[in-house]
């Protein structure tokens, strides 16, 4: 009888306007419940489930990985690793709250603001400012790499492939990240997440070719590389603590958590886990290949980037150097995708979400999206690609900025929300009191980090 039901809505799809409405009538004449036939006729998403897990994996996955050697040096192999795979637990955890939130929200139109209407209704505009915030901060920072180390890559490039010196024009990194716009803006002008599937899915291969330099530089070292230190199991340095909070902010990607659920076909939450736990998991692999391929190789003498302690005279080298450029170039787009759409929810923070539960009368064609209107998309877009590329065109340094924004951005969104926002909606259930506590759990672990990091 199911089967039978999603072959007529199938049919349905196919069918002209009048047929479509004659169809539902007697959809909502049978004697099945009313509700079930309602809901089962909104409509589907598009995206894929790999689509979906690499659009995260990537967003989680970013320049920060080259650091974990350094991390993992500043407590030794075991705490190391252990550190890495109880921060990615704790970024799962907080995803899966969240799409348990997600399930509570209209139809494929859920978002941290239409979350919090039904939790914190007053405070829903800041959370949605606050995000805004964090992913226009990542952005500037995505651009200000890109800026600063393609000029470095092309050197390497030149001297590994001929004699010559490369044009000055070529060293300029303000000129490469006026041509590389060129790349971006379309791509920021995608509406659909699942749209940027197939600039993840190249993302992810620069990340596995940078796995494989690390792997290959171990078993097989490379002329002129610096000497090993020692390498020890167990010991903690004072670095720990400035160290730690890179394994922490590694894993944020709820940003783009809801867009993934409003997109993906069959967002049941089976299907989330798979999807959360693909995501984070593969991250958490990346991770640890890195950090302890890297410290086995360098030890204690280790730096900040693993792939400038190879020899930049390698063309095995500074491929993997353009790898990086590619990875943080096409973690732009998945930037400016939430924050426009937290921009969207500020500016009309005085229409309720809760106008989109009678969702049978309404016709959901981009998700999540559906609302905004072409120009106020274009507007939008304009407004953030203009101001992104000004700040790091202009700006050579915001690190400090940046990582202030960056980190407190982080923490709000992947552990303080989450667990605030699922308490909250959870608290007059019986039936998940220890989830409801471990979310409160959760969120207090997020004002610690807030705090002391």
């Given at each position: 009888?199911?089967?039978?039901?999603?072959?007529?809505?199938?049919?349905?799809?196919?069918?002209?306007?009048?047929?479509?409405?004659?169809?539902?009538?007697?959809?909502?004449?049978?004697?099945?419940?009313?509700?079930?036939?309602?809901?089962?006729?909104?409509?589907?998403?598009?995206?894929?489930?790999?689509s979906?897990?690499?659009?995260?994996?990537?967003?989680?996955?970013?320049?920060?990985?080259?650091?974990?050697?350094?991390?993992?040096?500043?407590?030794?192999?075991?705490?190391?690793?252990?550190?890495?795979?109880?921060?990615?637990?704790?970024?799962?955890?907080?995803?899966?709250?969240?799409?348990?939130?997600?399930?509570?929200?209209?139809?494929?139109?859920?978002?941290?603001f239409?979350?919090?209407?039904?939790?914190?209704?007053?405070?829903?505009?800041?959370f949605?400012?606050?995000?805004?915030?964090?992913?226009?901060g990542?952005?500037?920072?995505?651009?200000?790499?890109?800026?600063?180390?393609?000029?470095?890559?092309?050197?390497?490039?030149?001297?590994?492939?001929?004699?010559?010196?490369p044009?000055?024009?070529?060293?300029?990194?303000?000129?490469?990240?006026?041509?590389?716009?060129?790349?971006?803006?379309?791509?920021?002008?995608?509406?659909?997440?699942?749209?940027?599937?197939?600039?993840?899915?190249?993302?992810?291969?620069?990340?596995?070719?940078?796995?494989?330099?690390?792997?290959?530089?171990?078993?097989?070292?490379?002329?002129?590389?610096?000497?090993?230190?020692?390498?020890?199991?167990?010991?903690?340095?004072?670095?720990?603590?400035?160290?730690?909070?890179?394994?922490?902010?590694?894993?944020?990607?709820?940003?783009?958590?809801?867009?993934?659920?409003?997109?993906?076909?069959?967002?049941?939450?089976?299907?989330?886990?798979?999807?959360?736990?693909?995501?984070?998991?593969?991250?958490?692999?990346?991770?640890?290949?890195?950090?302890?391929?890297?410290?086995?190789?360098f030890?204690?003498?280790?730096?900040?980037?693993?792939?400038?302690?190879?020899?930049p005279?390698?063309?095995?080298v500074?491929?993997?150097?353009?790898?990086?450029?590619i990875?943080?170039?096409?973690?732009?787009?998945?930037?400016?995708?939430?924050?426009?759409?937290?921009?969207?929810?500020?500016?009309?923070?005085?229409?309720?979400?809760?106008?989109?539960?009678?969702?049978?009368?309404?016709?959901?064609?981009?998700?999540?999206?559906?609302?905004?209107?072409?120009?106020?998309?274009?507007?939008?877009?304009?407004?953030?690609?203009?101001?992104?590329?000004?700040?790091?065109?202009?700006?050579?340094?915001?690190?400090?900025?940046?990582?202030?924004?960056?980190?407190?951005g982080?923490?709000?969104?992947?552990?303080?929300?989450?667990?605030?926002?699922?308490?909250?909606?959870?608290?007059?259930?019986h039936?998940?009191?220890?989830?409801?506590?471990?979310?409160?759990?959760?969120?207090?672990?997020?004002?610690?980090?807030?705090?002391?990091?």
């Open positions: 009888m199911v089967n039978t039901y999603g072959a007529t809505t199938s049919s349905l799809a196919q069918a002209g306007d009048e047929e479509d409405a004659n169809e539902h009538t007697a959809f909502l004449g049978d004697d099945r419940d009313v509700v079930t036939a309602v809901k089962d006729d909104k409509p589907d998403g598009h995206a894929s489930m790999i979906s897990i690499s659009n995260l994996a990537n967003t989680i996955i970013g320049s920060g990985m080259l650091t974990f050697p350094l991390a993992l040096a500043s407590a030794g192999i075991l705490p190391g690793m252990l550190t890495c795979v109880l921060s990615g637990s704790i970024a799962a955890f907080g995803l899966y709250l969240l799409s348990l939130c997600a399930a509570k929200t209209p139809h494929r139109r859920s978002s941290f239409a979350v919090a209407q039904m939790t914190f209704p007053k405070a829903a505009v800041f949605d400012a606050a995000i805004a915030t964090k992913c226009f990542v952005s500037i920072s995505y651009l200000i790499i890109i800026k600063g180390l393609t000029p470095n890559v092309v050197s390497s490039l030149y001297h590994d492939l001929s004699d010559a010196e044009p000055a024009w070529m060293l300029n990194g303000r000129n490469w990240l006026s041509i590389f716009m060129i790349i971006l803006i379309p791509l920021a002008f995608l509406r659909r997440l699942n749209s940027l599937r197939h600039t993840s899915y190249v993302a992810l291969f620069s990340v596995v070719y940078l796995l494989i330099i690390v792997i290959k530089c171990y078993f097989w070292p490379l002329d002129d590389m610096p000497p090993a230190g020692k390498i020890r199991l167990v010991h903690f340095t004072p670095n720990f603590v400035s160290t730690f909070p890179v394994q922490v902010f590694a894993f944020t990607c709820a940003q783009n958590l809801f867009p993934i659920y409003n997109e993906v076909k069959s967002n049941t939450q089976p299907r989330m886990n798979i999807i959360i736990g693909s995501a984070i998991g593969s991250a958490t692999l990346t991770y640890e290949v890195i950090a302890v391929f890297g410290y086995l190789t030890g204690t003498n280790i730096g900040a980037n693993i792939i400038a302690m190879y020899p005279n390698s063309l095995f500074a491929i993997g150097q353009v790898a990086i450029v990875l943080v170039l096409f973690s732009y787009p998945l930037q400016v995708h939430p924050c426009r759409n937290c921009l969207d929810k500020v500016f009309h923070a005085g229409e309720s979400v809760k106008q989109a539960d009678n969702e049978e009368t309404v016709e959901v064609d981009d998700h999540s999206i559906g609302d905004m209107s072409h120009t106020k998309h274009t507007i939008l877009t304009l407004a953030i690609i203009a101001s992104t590329f000004t700040i790091s065109y202009i700006v050579d340094d915001l690190k400090i900025v940046l990582s202030f924004v960056g980190s407190t982080s923490t709000t969104i992947s552990f303080i929300l989450p667990g605030l926002l699922y308490w909250k909606l959870s608290r007059g259930d039936g998940s009191k220890i989830l409801n506590r471990a979310a409160l759990a959760l969120a207090a672990y997020g004002v610690c980090i807030f705090v002391f990091w």
